[in-house]
């Protein structure tokens, strides 16, 4: 069985600033794969960002990074230059074998 | 990109009616769906998997008989909450399997909020 874990209910980040979401997880595979999730008030998900465990390259997609470290199966995210739109609800989630976890949830205020 | 599209986005019901929700793969195909509830203010719980062609696979405590799922072809699959009561109340979001099985390219609906008068 897999399990995320987000242990920070709540962040919030000063607009143009740094912030970084934990997340840790734990699966007995060796082949998975893991993700961020943005819900904004709409509900939506909105996939933010995805790594492949057997690649030991951080993933990027442009002001989003992950820093994800296998053998603490620790996966977070940091978002950079905050902008006023990055405020929702941000899920951390496992994947493999066609089972897909998500970790509890991080509310993300960013201040303008 | 992919899109999965789910219907109704809202319904309102009467305690002991029945409710069908769907959800459609507008531009591929999925052998696999994922069917989710969420609270409000919690995460997404996964209630089952939906199989093309065969029955769908169901986490432990969801009761199959309450919450049918039917996914007859490759677009679409079906939630149907039956003799749905107020504590059916919550958030479904289905997702799909764009990779065909093992990467997790899932796309999400948009949600459907049902409440149980």
């Known amino acids: 069985a897999q399990t995320v874990t987000q242990s920070q209910p709540e962040m919030s980040v000063q607009e143009a600033e740094t912030v970084t979401l934990s997340c840790t997880y734990d699966t007995s595979e060796s082949d998975y794969y893991l993700f961020w999730y943005k819900q904004p008030p709409s509900r939506q998900m909105i996939l933010v960002i995805r790594q492949e465990a057997y690649k030991q390259q951080n993933a990027t997609e442009n002001r989003f990074s992950v820093n994800f470290q296998k053998a603490a199966k620790s996966f977070s995210l940091k978002i950079s230059d905050s902008q006023l739109g990055d405020a929702a609800m941000y899920f951390c989630a496992s994947y493999n074998n066609n089972d897909m976890r998500f970790g509890a949830g991080t509310r993300l205020t960013v201040k303008p | 990109g992919a899109v999965v599209s789910q219907h109704p986005s809202r319904v309102i019901c009467k305690s002991g009616t029945s409710v069908k929700i769907e959800c459609r793969s507008l531009?591929?195909?999925?052998?696999?769906m994922f069917w989710y509830r969420q609270f409000p203010k919690q995460s997404l719980m996964l209630m089952a998997t939906s199989n093309e062609g065969s029955k769908a696979t169901y986490e432990q405590g969801v009761e199959k008989d309450k919450f049918l799922i039917n996914h007859a072809s490759l677009t679409l699959s079906t939630l149907t909450v039956t003799s749905a009561h107020p504590e059916d109340s919550s958030f479904y979001i289905c997702s799909a399997d764009h990779s065909g099985g093992g990467s997790g390219e899932l796309f999400f609906g948009e949600g459907s909020r049902l409440t149980v008068l």
């Open positions: 531009d591929f195909q999925a052998t696999t």
